[in-house]
C-alpha cells in the first residue's frame, strides 16, 4: 500500500465526519436564512434577504452580547491578570503545577452546574439574604446583568489565566533584574517590560473568552431570568419554541458574521500593535 | 498578592463547595441546612429519569470519545506527512469546528440532519416490503453521538498534532531504516509516544461530551443526557436533590481531568 492511499484511508473517516456534520449541516443553515417560513414550521425554498431585513427585530439580544461579551472578557482580564502573573513570577515551583491544575480545572467541569451554583448564591436566599442579616436590605441579586457577569467571570476566568500564566512563564527572569539593576522601580519594570511581553497571552485569553461568550446561552439563561438575554437565548427561542427555522438561521448566519468581523477587527489592531501571534493551545 | 491569589482561590471554590454543603441537606429545602444526610444522594439515584439520563450521557460520552480519539488520531497522523490543499482543507475544518459557537452546531446539526432525513425517509419507505413498518431516520442518540464525535474530534486532532510537532522524528526514520514496516513503526514507535496525548484526548473529550449542555439541548431529539434533564428540572424548582447529582458530576470531572492533567504533564517532558 502506498503511503499515498494510506493517507487518504487514515483521513477518510475524518473527512466524512466533517462533510456530515459540519459542511453539510452548516450550508443547511446557509441556505435556509435566505427562505421563507412554512406555514407548518418548516421552511420554503427561496431566494429573499427577508429574514435579514427583519434582523433588527432581535436587536436588543445582539446589544446585550455586544455590551456584556466585551465587559465580561475584560473585567475576567483584570482578576485574571494579577493571579497570571502571582503564579508566573512570584509562586515557589514546588507549588506551581498543582496551583495551576486547581485554576483550570473548573473550566472543564459543567458550566450549567456552576451557574447553578450562583443562581443559588445569589437567589433571594444566598447573598441577599447575608445583606439583610448586616442591615442591607431590599438587594435583588439574580435576574440581573451584573449576576450574568458575575456568571461570565466566575465562568471563563480559567481560560484568561492559562494564556496570560504561560506567556509570563516564558518571560526571561533576567529582564526583569536588569530592569531593577539599571535603576527602575517596580512599578516601571512592569509597565515596560513584564506587561508588553505578556500581550500575546492576554489577547489569546480575551479572543478565547470573548469568542465564547458571544454564542453563551445557559449563563442567561440561569441567571438573567429571561431579562437579561443573549443571542444564545433568542436561538434556542426561535428554533425550540417557535420553530421559525428561516428567520433562526438568518440570526445564526448573523452571530458568527458579527464574531467573525469582531475577531478579524481585534487581530487587525494586534498586529498594528506589532505583538507576535502565540499558539497557545485551548487547554 | 498571596492574599488575592487566595481570595481568588476562594472566588472560584466556594460555589462548587456549597453545592456539595447543600446536596448533604437533611431537610428538603436548598436554602437551609438542618442537619448532615446523604439521602438526596439515594433519592438521586433511585430516580429512574435521573438514571435514564445518565446511562444516556455515559453511552453518549463513551462512544463519541472514542470515535473522536480513534478517526482524530488517524487524521492528526495523517497529516503530519502531507502537504498541499487536503492539509489546508482540513486545517480550516478543524479551526471552523472549533471557532463556531456550540450553539450554532446544535443548531446546524437539528436543521441539517432533519432536513437529510426528510429526503431520506419517503426513499426508504419506498424500497422497504412494508412501507408501514419502516424505519424512519430520526433524532436521537446516534444524530447526539456524531455530533459530539465530530466537534472532539477536531479537539483531538489539535492535542495530538501538537504531540507529534514535539516527536523526534530521526525515532521514527531510524525505525523504517531497520526495515521495520510502516505498521510496524506506528505501533512500536509512533504509538507509544503520542499515547499520553490521545489518552488526555480522550478523557478531556469524555468530560466535554458529558458536560455538553448546548449541543444535547438541539440534536438529542427525544432522548434526555444528565445535563438537559438537571437544567429541567432546575426549571422546575430546586431540590437538595439536584445538588447531589451535581456533586456526583463535578466529582466524575474533577477526577477525570485531573487524571488527564497529569497524563499531559508526563508527556511533554522528554521520556527518552
Redesign the interface.
Known sequence: MS?RT??WL??A???T??L??????????LV?SFGERAPAGGVVPAFTLEQYANLPARWTAFKNTLTLAPIGTLAALL?AY??AY??AV?VDPRWK?I?L??????F???????S??????L?G??LP?ALEWIGIEGVRLINTPFAVLVGII?GY??LMVFPIYVSLDRLDKRLLEASSDLGSPPWRTFLQVTLPLSVPGIATGCMLVF??L??E??IPA?LGGGKVFFV?NA??DL??QSRN?AY??AV?VA??VV?LITVTAYMRLLNRLGARRDDV??? | ??F??FS??L???I??G??AL?SFNAGRS???LQGFSTKWYGVALSNPFVMDALKTSLTVALTSAFLAT???T??A???Q??SGP?RKA?DL?VY??????????G???????V??FDQINPFIAAIWPDALEAPRLKLGMGSLI??H??FL?A?V???VR?RLAGMDRALTEASSDLYAT?FGTFLQVTLPLIFPAVLAGFL?SF??SF?D??IA??VAGSETTL?VY??SS?RRG?TPE?NAI?TM??AV??IL??AA?ML??RGARPSR
Open positions: 503511503i494510506r493517507n487514515l483521513l473517516p475524518a473527512g465526519l466533517f456530515a456534520l459540519l459542511i453539510v449541516p452548516l450550508t443547511v443553515v435556509f482578576i494579577p493571579l502571582f503564579l512570584r503545577t496551583l491544575i486547581l485554576v483550570i480545572v473548573p472543564w467541569t459543567s458550566i450549567l452546574i456552576r447553578y451554583a450562583w443562581m443559588f448564591l437567589g436566599r444566598g439574604a466566575y476566568l480559567p469568542i465564547l458571544m454564542g446561552f445557559l440561569m444564545g436561538l434556542v428554533f425550540l427555522w433562526g438561521s445564526a452571530l458568527v464574531m493551545a485551548i487547554m | 498578592m498571596r488575592y491569589a481568588v482561590y472566588f472560584l471554590y460555589p462548587i456549597v453545592i447543600f436548598a436554602s437551609e480513534v478517526f482524530g488517524m487524521a497522523v495523517a497529516l506527512g502531507i487536503v482540513f475544518l471552523v469546528a472549533v471557532m463556531i459557537p456550540g450553539i450554532v452546531i443548531i446546524a446539526t437539528l436543521i441539517g440532519l432536513t437529510v456524531a455530533a464525535a465530530m474530534m479537539l486532532i489539535i492535542i501538537a510502516a478531556l468530560t466535554f458536560d449542555f448546548i439541548f438541539f445535563p438537571v437544567f432546575i430546586v439536584i451535581g458530576v463535578l470531572s474533577l481531568l485531573f492533567q499531559l504533564r
